[in-house]
């Protein structure tokens, strides 16, 4: 990417500007702004007098068009799609999470992640970096100019090495994984930063008689869980502003309270699992799940020189707290919670790359931990 400076001049955004805000949504956005310094944006809705086919001045302009902004944009994906453009086609498009085709299916967890990722597909092609296409449907990010877009039958390619990453559903996860680890007796259940409420729709649709509290700092995210009643009770505020009624403290404990990739994120977690100590019933859990910053990924970061913060991932922008398996032990253990099972998200290194490390720890006499380097997030059940 060196030297080179976008020249698109108009970003047209298919969600609206009200679109809801948070401080990843607003790091992901000033990103991408900065990489498209000559721009000026437009969101659904708004008036474009500009865009018409009779507005000769402006029909060699380049416009990016995205479905929405929530999206890390790898370092020469930019570059590429106007590289690509002026290959003739009308509407470029770059790969994406979503739909990578014609990429591999992603293999990454970190910024320098996908960088290694893109390098490694674009050398493996050995061909034109353009493969055309005859739909527009799916595509996040695609570059033209005014006069390409605004064809009846435009060509299209996507573009190998244009890539970006999908992290419009940070606050949407239905958490499937872990429903497997909810105990059979649980029946009253609380989900503490559970963005739009969507794990707790899903702990209804296995158990119909649950009861469910959502508690949520995002008022966006609360908003949308009561207006599409994923919850039965939504509380949009501090988890420690949350108490019990005097006369509700027994008969109204929760049998489940979850923290979902929610701990990281605050500075005192153990309090947090104090505080939910006093809102369990007898035989209450604790169920959280929370990212391992020893994962290979981090790790070979590291070994570049590289930690670079995302909109979402172990190098959230938001986390200010990080965890290996050792200090998720030590955290319950000085809250005073007793772990019953810790489970693994495993997102594995390659064989060969663990092989090499394997015998480069033993040259160094270093302890290789290679379950820690292919687990993701540690999931862990307590009481």
């Known amino acids: ?3 080179f400076t976008s020249t698109i001049r108009w970003v047209l955004v ?9 401080t990843e949504f607003d790091f992901a956005v000033a990103d991408l702004r900065r990489q498209l310094p000559a721009a000026q944006w437009h969101f659904d809705g708004e008036e474009l007098p500009w865009l ?3 507005n000769a001045a402006y ?3 380049k416009v990016l068009l995205l479905e929405h902004p929530w999206l890390t944009v790898e370092a020469r994906c930019l570059e590429r799609l106007e590289l690509a453009l002026q290959q003739g086609y009308d509407i470029v498009q770059a790969c994406d999470s979503g739909n990578p085709s014609p990429m591999p299916a992603p293999d990454y967890a970190t910024l320098r992640g996908i960088e290694r990722y893109v390098e490694k597909a674009v050398a493996k092609a050995g061909e034109s970096p353009c493969v055309p296409v005859n739909t527009a449907a799916n595509a996040l990010m695609q570059l033209s100019t005014l006069e390409g877009l605004l064809k009846e039958a ?4 996507r573009v190998r090495g244009a890539y970006v990453h999908d992290v419009s559903g940070y606050f949407g996860g239905d958490r499937a994984e872990v429903l497997p680890l909810i105990p059979p007796h649980a029946q009253r259940f609380m989900d ?4 739009e409420g969507r794990f707790l729709a899903a702990v209804k649709a296995t158990r119909p008689t649950a009861e469910t509290q959502l508690v949520e700092m995002d008022t966006a995210a609360a908003q949308l869980a009561q207006q599409h009643q994923r919850a039965d009770a939504v509380w949009n505020g501090n988890f420690f ?3 019990l009624n005097q006369e509700d403290k027994e008969d109204k404990k929760f049998d489940c309270i979850s923290f979902l990739d929610m701990l990281e994120h605050v500075t005192q977690p153990e309090a947090c699992l104090v505080h939910a100590k006093t809102l369990l019933s ?3 859990v604790v169920l959280a799940s929370i990212p391992n910053v020893g994962h290979w990924s981090v790790v070979a970061d590291l070994l570049e020189g590289r930690w670079d913060y995302v909109p979402a991932g172990i190098h959230c922008i938001t986390h200010v707290r990080f965890f290996t398996e050792q200090s998720v032990r030590d955290l319950f253990t000085r809250a005073g919670l007793v772990i019953q099972r810790i489970e693994r998200t495993r997102v594995p290194a390659s064989a060969d790359w663990l092989a090499q490390w394997r015998v480069a720890c033993q040259a160094t006499g270093l302890k290789m931990d290679a379950d820690s380097l292919d687990t993701y997030a540690f999931l862990v059940v307590a009481s």
Do not use: C, I, Y
Not at 14 to 21: H, I, N, V, W
Not at 192 to 195: A, K, L, S, Y
């Open 1 to 3: 990417m060196s030297g």
């Open 14 to 22: 298919r969600a609206p500007a009200t679109q809801r805000k948070s």
């Open 52 to 54: 018409n086919p009779e």
């Open 59 to 61: 029909a060699t302009d």
């Open 154 to 157: 435009p060509s299209m390619a």
């Open 192 to 195: 503490v930063g559970g963005g």
């Open 241 to 243: 502003d949350f108490v």
């Open 282 to 284: 007898e035989n209450g």
